[in-house]
């Protein structure tokens, strides 16, 4: 492989996403990817919801990018003929106690210009999901979910039709600085070993990110990424198609996550989910627990009054690679150009966990513009 000008690390959403933008702009655009396709790890492993913006402390990256992202992704859907449904999503307090977190929850999202929001009282709950129960509920009109997979793959097209090369089955192993740019190490499935180098990085691994970091020299502490499972339960037909809209619980106190939440998908189906559970070691488990399933029953009763134990099965599994440690105040994304650590034009992107899928193109615009001032 020939010296390269600028290389991404890792096809999930984003790194998509960021290989179709900065391919508009420079030649010589390489995506690197461990598996023999893209979107094979937590991209392929989510909700699919397009989010509003809603629960992020104001001023963050997640906040930010989330509103504009939403708000590029439908028009993107839109112009590409990408399957998405504006659907709507309802906030439901089950009981009085939970009905001032719903009022701090609308203060949050105005803070954060989502100001669509309405608070919808018992009657017009009824008429909207008669089959749920709820004392009060928020509205959220744009909230919406789509169909990640012809997301990406549009991403990647376009990325191929502006000239960039998408590497697929190899693995990066390690990154060094040189006075060249970057050395890149990566080994092919057959355990072929190919070193190149790039004067521009992006590290967009996921799961993956912190260590890709660590072997450039990158190993702070609050960059470490936990492992965080979640597992989901679909419901089954027919009453599957009792729901139609997103109907999510209040959130948890400090968001290690928004609860556990039905979600309808663009093929017509129903899962309930994902809970949230931090793995003792990163090691990739997405096996799934059957007997859960008392407990997402439990849950999902207290909104979903229909609902017979019977009628939830386990579906899968997905993994949130977050900073956050457990009992910690949410963290940001991590998205930064290293000149300050001695290491221009290598751009970390770490902690990219929900709502990275909906502020995928706005994280590429922001990413963009960082590889448009090192150049
Ligand atoms: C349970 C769950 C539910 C979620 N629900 C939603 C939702 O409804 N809406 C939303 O907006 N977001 C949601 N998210 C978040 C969203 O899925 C992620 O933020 C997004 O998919 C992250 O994309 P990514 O490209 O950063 O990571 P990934 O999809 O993990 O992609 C990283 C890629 O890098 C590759 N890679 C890693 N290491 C290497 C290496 N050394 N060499 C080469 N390649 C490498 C991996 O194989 C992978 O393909 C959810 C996440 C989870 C876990």
Partial sequence: MNDTNITIIGAGVVGLAIAEMV???????????KHATFGQETSSRNSEVIHAGIYYPMGSLKAILCVEGKRLLYDYCEKWDIPFRKCGKLIVATSEEEI??????????LKNGVKDLSVVDRDEIAVMEPAIFAVKALFSPSTGIIDSHALMKRFETNSINNGAQVVYGSKVNSVRRTDKGYEITLHDADGGK?????????NSAGLESDIIARSLGISDDNLKISFCKGE??????????????LIYPV????????????????AGGAKLGPD??????????????????????????????????????????GIRPKLQRPGEQIRDYYIREESDRGYPGFINLIGMESPALTSSIAIAKYVNKLVTMIK
Avoid at 100 to 109: D, F, L, M, S, Y
């Fill in 251 to 266: 959130p948890h106190p400090k968001l290690e996550h928004i609860g556990v939440h039905v979600t309808i998908d663009m």
């Fill in 23 to 33: 391919s508009e702009n420079f030649n010589n655009v390489f995506i690197i990817e």
């Fill in 100 to 109: 001032p977190v719903i009022e701090g929850v609308r203060q949050t999202a």
């Fill in 276 to 317: 949230i559970k931090y793995l003792d070691t990163n090691e990739y488990d997405y096996k799934l627990t059957p007997s859960k399933q008392e407990t997402f029953y439990n849950s999902a009763k207290k909104f979903l009054p229909f609902l017979e134990f019977e009628d939830i099965a386990p579906e899968m599994a």
């Fill in 232 to 245: 989901y339960f679909r419901i089954n037909p027919p009453k599957n198609r009792l729901l139609n809209r």
């Fill in 194 to 202: 190919y070193i190149f180098t790039s004067s521009i990085v992006i």
